[in-house]
T-cell receptor, first 112, second 113 residues
Framework: ELKVEQNPLFLSMQEGKNYTIYCNYS?????LYWYRQDPGKSLESLFV?????AVKQEGRLMASLDTKARLSTLHITAAVHDLSATYFC????????????FGTGTRLQVTL | GAGVSQSPSNKVTEKGKDVELRCDPI?????LYWYRQSLGQGLEFLIY????????KSGLPSDRFSAERTGGSVSTLTIQRTQQEDSAVYLC???????????FGPGTRLLVL
């Protein structure tokens, strides 16, 4: 059974600080996704990582993938309040026709 | 352009009643997915449709749950004889083809009293 774990579950950080969210998964995967969810809202796609060593950046967020370690990171640089949300990683298990298994989510709170 | 839409946005029902949830995927997207998000279980896959292929129903939690997709577009998720543990947000997503990024709808918040 594929398991996806994120840590931390909750992160409170000040504006301007840097931090990393970790996503570990238990079995071989084709793809890894990062999504953002604002309170009461749906999921917004942030990144799709397709291969070992993949790195993608958008604004203050940068995601990377190490398939050998079965680890993805979401790095936040110089956080701003607008980044406050819950961040989910999701893994597409090889051979399961794109059925995503989601991590537990990391609730990020950026304080002024 | 229009994204994935779902209706109703909120549904309150009594235990034992049947409910139908609707999803309109992004036009041209061949793959459609249903997920459930609840406090206790997080985000769970329910069912997946790809084109005219048989759906992957492996995530449906019981035989009270069923889904269909008509004409390769609109999908309906039906929950029969609802139970309180069915209370959750039901999310629909679509993707252009298998394996591409999934775009999520706003969800239907279901409360079973």
């Amino acid at each position: 059974e594929l398991k996806v774990e994120q840590n931390p579950l909750f992160l409170s950080m000040q504006e301007g600080k840097n931090y990393t969210i970790y996503c570990n998964y238990s079995t071989t995967s084709d793809r890894l996704y990062w999504y953002r969810q604002d309170p009461g809202k749906s999921l917004e796609s942030l990144f799709v990582l397709l291969s070992n060593g993949a790195v993608k950046q958008e604004g203050r967020l940068m995601a990377s993938l190490d398939t050998k370690a079965r680890l993805s990171t979401l790095h936040i640089t110089a956080a701003v309040h607008d980044l406050s949300a819950t961040y989910f990683c999701a893994v597409d298990r090889t051979g399961t026709a794109s059925k995503l298994t989601f991590g537990t989510g990391t609730r990020l709170q950026v304080t002024l | 352009g229009a994204g994935v839409s779902q209706s109703p946005s909120n549904k309150v029902t009594e235990k034992g009643k049947d409910v139908e949830l609707r999803c309109d995927p992004i036009s041209g997207h061949t793959a459609l997915y249903w997920y459930r998000q609840s406090l206790g279980q997080g985000l769970e896959f329910l069912i997946y449709f790809q084109g005219n292929s048989a759906p992957d129903k492996s995530g449906l939690p019981s035989d009270r749950f069923s889904a269909e997709r008509t004409g390769g577009s609109v999908s309906t998720l039906t929950i029969q004889r609802t139970q309180q543990e069915d209370s959750a947000v039901y999310l629909c997503a679509s993707s252009l083809v298998y394996g591409e990024t999934q775009y999520f709808g706003p969800g239907t918040r279901l409360l079973v009293l």
